[in-house]
């Protein structure tokens, strides 16, 4: 499986094929990771419009420290090898890299979608990102992979990757394809780029709040690619969402497994508890940030929940106010004009998720 090291944190998405991996962990075979770490320094489309930026050495050796601690909640150290693919890449001469390239025709990389949709609407295609497919097919020869994993999004890639081998003589891997996690909105594939993301690393709370908010056409699925439920407890689950049991009831379940599965079982019980207690109950969480302003002096609540650290744009901020998000001990706020001083402690909750205590000093 190749590991892009774009990113520093590892989300669902993202484990939904580290998840499979391990099964095969699990039936006595040993996983390959090959880090990108060369292929992350020439940028790739990745199915977008415009090539991914380029990453520096040092960002991918930060990215894959990060990545390691969080790939090793899910599979087995000692049945684990990873590779660098600078190891094999960055040895190719250009006279290789040439004969490489040699292998593979311009008509099959034009079968890829992004790269003919952006020739037909006559979009810019440097001619590196041609050579990114070319390596990362080059990584099947190199490690001789037998069966590559991924996402269906890295269906072309993969059997490129069969070609590649072919080329050298060498049986083609087996392609073993996971469906693509939708994120938090729905809509889009879960991506920390979208903002729709759930974190492995996040902590017990963050994760059960967000899986809180999905979809409810979604929970079956999340069930189904998130968790280790057998096909009887996935057809209890879709019976009682046919039947109209409480949706956010069987989220909780979802929220649940999800944080014992990437914390421990008391994680999970106790952040079950927070949201009752938080969201049901009306109440405020335990251990809540604390914010200290002077005491008894004006500030602007725009910059007040800018300083609270809640919004990246002082109009992020306006369009909460005016949407009714913001509630000032319980009381909902939407003139965002508004300046407004503290004698004593007040809590601010922005969302569902957010809150903040204010200390007058």
Known sequence: MGIDPTAPDIHLGFAVVLRKLRDFQELGHIAVLVVGDFTARIGDPSGLSKTRPPLTEEDVKKNMKNYEKQIFKILDNKNTEIRHNSKWLAKLT?????????????????ERDDFSKRFKEEQPIALHEFLYPVFQAYDSVAVRSDIELGGTDQHWNHLLGRDMQRSFDMEPQVVMLMPILEGLDGVRKM??????????????????????????????????????YDENHLRNIEKKLKA???????????????????????????????????????????GIKELKIDKGEKIWIVEL??????????????RLITSGALKIDGKKVTDFTLNISFDKDTVLKVGKLRFVKIKPK
């Open 94 to 110: 250009p006279t290789e890299i040439v004969k490489l390239t040699s292998r593979i025709t311009m008509a099959k990389m034009m």
């Open 191 to 228: 991506s920390k780029s979208y903002g729709n993301y759930v974190g492995v690393a996040e902590s017990p709370k963050e994760q059960f709040g967000k899986l809180m908010s999905i979809p409810d056409n979604l929970i079956l699925r999340y069930f189904k690619l998130c968790l280790d």
């Open 244 to 286: 109209g049991e409480n949706p956010r009831d069987i989220k909780m379940e979802l929220a649940e497994g999800v944080v014992s599965l990437y914390h421990n079982k008391k994680a999970g019980e106790e952040a079950r508890k927070e949201f009752i207690k938080v969201f049901s109950e009306n109440k405020t969480p335990a």
């Open 305 to 318: 929940i800018e300083k609270a650290g809640f919004v990246k744009s002082r109009g992020e901020a306006r």
